[in-house]
């Protein structure tokens, strides 16, 4: 249960390293030849320094190496669709109640993972309280050395009898003061909220510029029903899509308040107000 799932990761690693060197000679192509291989100060073509039986040894190490990992690129999708299939197959017969396994390890273990039942737990404590008296009776030597050993071994058997518990309680005591120092350091490193700004205020209409007529869905600009109502952003005034359009290419500003403004600033409305 313990060492196949690590030769597992072991073989997931080999193969995403390996597939990682395949992605990036298909992308930047192969790196075996290096600049360090080729002999650029030897003279006559006789090498500068010779390679002994070290460097032949390395290079064979060197294939066998990548030999395994080849074997292993093309191998471990095959195992790992096997172990998760076989994984699934008993997990379902499980649930089916066909088999009284739930995994591979458990399966080849003989080992049957249940629920205890009140009078297996009472055979249990039983089993255990006779083991600790004959563990008493044979303590040996004075009264005192005895009365010393029998103290000890009920420390030790009352640490046993709670430890689950206490690790529990450790555990949940841990989290919560994790959960507090936390929440305490985000209260102290948190910034300080404040209330949103006001709007501004909306703009002026020009004395130079085009009045605004008394009902808000008619266009400033031709009079009549607005047609695709279109806004310019840097005043917020609704007008006609073609004519503040044309209105922006000529003047580059808007008719009613002249700020400046391009047709990039002027934003389609699909409900007019």
């Known amino acids: 249960m313990v060492v196949l799932p690590y030769f597992k990761s072991k073989l997931h690693s080999v193969y995403n390293k390996e597939r990682e060197a395949r992605l990036q000679a298909s992308l930047w192509g192969p790196t075996d030849e290096r600049f360090d291989d080729v002999d650029y100060f030897g003279g006559g073509g006789n090498p500068l320094f010779s390679r002994g039986g ?9 294939s066998l190496t990548k030999k395994i990992q080849k074997i292993i690129f093309a191998c471990y999708p095959w195992l790992h669709a096997s172990c998760e299939g076989l994984s699934f197959t008993y997990q379902l017969l499980y649930l089916l109640d ?28 039983s089993r255990i309280s006779k083991i600790r008296s004959r563990e008493r009776e044979r303590l040996l030597g004075p009264l005192w050395l005895k009365k010393l050993q029998g103290a000890l ?13 206490g690790l ?5 005591f841990f989290k919560m003061m994790e959960w507090w120092y936390q929440s305490a350091e985000e209260r102290m490193s948190a910034p300080t ?9 909306p703009p002026k209409v020009a004395k130079e510029g085009i009045p605004l007529p008394p009902d808000r869905t008619i266009c400033p600009l031709c009079s009549q029903k607005r047609a695709n109502p279109s806004v310019v952003t840097v005043s917020g005034f609704v007008f006609c899509y073609a004519c503040i359009f044309k209105y922006v290419s000529q003047y580059k500003r808007c008719p009613v308040t002249l700020m400046p403004a391009t047709v990039e600033q002027i934003r389609r409305l699909f409900h007019d107000m």
């Open 54 to 62: 070290t460097d032949a040894e390395t290079s064979v190490r060197t």
């Open 153 to 165: 071994l009920s420390c030790a058997y009352t640490m046993l009898d709670y430890a689950q518990t």
């Open 98 to 125: 066909a088999t009284g396994f739930y995994s591979v390890g458990l399966h080849a273990l003989g080992i049957h993972v249940c629920r205890a039942t009140g009078q297996e737990l009472m055979d249990n404590s």
């Open 168 to 172: 529990i309680a450790a555990v949940f």
């Open 193 to 201: 909220v404040y209330p949103p700004p006001p709007p501004p205020p």
